[in-house]
């Protein structure tokens, strides 16, 4: 029997889960879903949602994770069968095994898309264009568009044709990632976490205080008063629409990395007495910080201050990858040293990126070491070559990333995050989780988050889901293109493959 691992240090602990939490989505998700719905205003539901849905469901995940962890569990299905008896409690937790994968597999190519960049920009191989000479803003960013769309693979069709470096940064990051994770929990994912935070944190910290100091170059009065008015400053009237509310609750989701599984089995190699109530709400806040201070002052003021605030909306309504790697570069390339800020960028993204896949392949590792007894190293390896051929699907095939990061990466995240608040508050017992919770805490929580959790925050996850299941229902029926019914077929044969491989564990652990 494999002995599970514990953590080494509590701030290695606090900065893993951290780096779970701070992820891609804290620079580039965050700036452009607060730009699209009002700016400022956007900031009230998304406070809300903060302590109605997010630090309660963290606090409950930390709980979950140690649980099961003590009795020699990590996995989604292990920790839902140890809180409920029923048959089919083992293949609902296979939703928290089947998301966090499916989310590694274009996650990780993603990741690598920020290596390479950093890469590109220290060498100053992204396009040179002056900005002064070109007055209109999709003239100058095509060169930087055409680069990236090179660089991914120009469509024919539905096939995609990535650049070679594109496909050798890819194997680099996969490397590195089942690598940690190999070295396990101590020697692997905490050792990197408290190099790779701190670093993020001063790259981060450095580039917030560049684009501080930015001015227009046709405009010198339009500076960061100008980005932040704009991305801060709260339109009441938007308020009362629904979709800021749904989009803000939705953010709270992706930055903290709710329903993944990947807290409760961080939280899994916990001791009993181990404090889950002040780490927990400490990793909450640091990933605020990360996400509201230094992700809502980078990305978007400087897209404003560069391109003004009629271009920068446009933009932000391109979404993420736009902002990220055509406008930013854009950015960067006409500025002094211009090179180096862009290599801190996309090496900050890295760093974020990697500590979060590390976390999201977590799950897996912990079901094949816990439930099949492979060793770290086998489970490592297993995992690797799984995500390997998986991600050719979204390396060579159009839709794919979007049509995985829907199942997975936003519908899945809502569902299982529902499915483990209903099981654990009302199967298992909303007391027995709060006592759980305060075994060894260092702080009280405030009993009336007893309540949020048991009947607030179990309300608003079911209206997440089927608001979100009504709106988007029309994805199943639409038509589309083999590749994206190819992508599906995929998905439902990864998760109907999990579902045997655990009926088939648990089955031999009752004989």
Not at 138 to 147: D, G, S
Request: with cysteine; aromatic share 16%; net charge neutral.
């Amino acid at each position: 029997m494999n002995q599970r691992e514990h953590w080494g240090t509590r701030i290695g602990l606090i900065l893993a889960m951290a780096g779970n939490a701070i992820g891609l989505g804290n620079f580039l998700r965050f700036p452009v879903e607060a730009a699209k719905h009002g700016g400022g205003v956007f900031m009230i539901p998304y406070i809300v949602s903060l302590f109605l849905i997010g630090i309660p469901l963290m606090w409950l995940e930390w709980t979950i994770g140690r649980y099961a962890g003590i009795r020699g569990h990590g996995s989604p299905p292990a920790f839902l069968s140890l809180a409920w008896k029923h048959p089919i409690a083992k293949y609902l937790g296979v939703i928290g095994l089947f998301t966090p994968t499916v989310i590694a597999i274009y996650y990780v190519y993603i990741e690598s898309w920020t290596l390479a960049y950093g890469f590109f920009s220290l060498t100053n191989s992204l396009p040179a264009i002056d900005h002064k000479e070109v007055q209109d803003i999709n003239a100058y960013l095509t060169p930087f568009h055409t680069f990236h769309k090179s660089f991914l693979g120009d469509a024919n069709g539905a096939l995609m044709y990535p650049d070679r470096y594109a496909y050798i940064a890819f194997i680099i990051t996969l490397f590195l990632n089942m690598f940690i994770l190999s070295r396990g929990i101590v020697k692997g994912i905490e050792r990197v976490a408290k190099i790779a935070m701190p670093i993020l944190f001063l790259f981060a910290i450095v580039l917030v205080i560049r684009v501080f100091t930015l001015k227009n170059p046709a405009n010198p009065d339009v500076n960061i008063i100008t980005g932040l008015k704009y991305i801060w400053e709260p339109d009441f009237s938007k308020i009362s629409d629904p979709s800021i509310w749904l989009a803000a609750a939705g953010q709270i989701f992706f930055t903290l990395s709710l329903g993944t599984g990947a807290i409760q089995v961080y939280a899994s190699y916990l001791r009993e007495k181990d404090d889950i109530a002040l780490s927990g709400f400490a990793t909450a806040t640091s990933n605020e910080l990360a996400e509201v201070i230094l992700g809502g002052s980078i990305a978007i003021p400087a897209a404003i201050i560069f391109f003004g605030v009629a271009n920068a909306q446009e933009i932000a309504q391109s979404g993420a990858f736009r902002l990220g790697f055509i406008t930013l570069p854009a950015v960067f390339q006409n500025l002094p040293f211009g090179n180096i800020f862009g290599a801190l960028w996309f090496f900050l993204l890295f760093f974020a990126g990697i500590t979060s896949s590390l976390a999201l392949c977590q799950p897996a590792i912990s079901f094949l070491e816990d439930e099949l007894k492979l060793s770290r190293k086998e489970s490592s390896l297993l995992l690797g070559i799984i995500i390997f051929f998986s991600s050719h699907l979204v390396i060579f095939f159009k839709g794919a990333i979007e049509e995985m990061d829907f199942w997975a990466g936003t519908f899945g995240l809502v569902l299982f995050a529902t499915i483990e608040t209903l099981v654990f508050m009302w199967i298992f017992g909303g007391e027995k989780v709060w006592e759980e919770l305060h075994k060894g805490a260092d702080i009280k929580v405030p009993r009336v988050f007893f309540y949020i959790l048991k009947y607030i925050s179990p309300l608003l996850l079911l209206t997440i889901l089927v608001t979100w299941f009504w709106k988007y229902f029309s994805r199943i029926s639409e038509t589309a293109s083999w590749n994206i019914f190819l992508t599906r077929g995929f998905l439902i044969y990864l998760f109907v493959f999990m579902c045997a491989i655990v009926g088939i564990v648990w089955k031999r652990r009752e004989e």
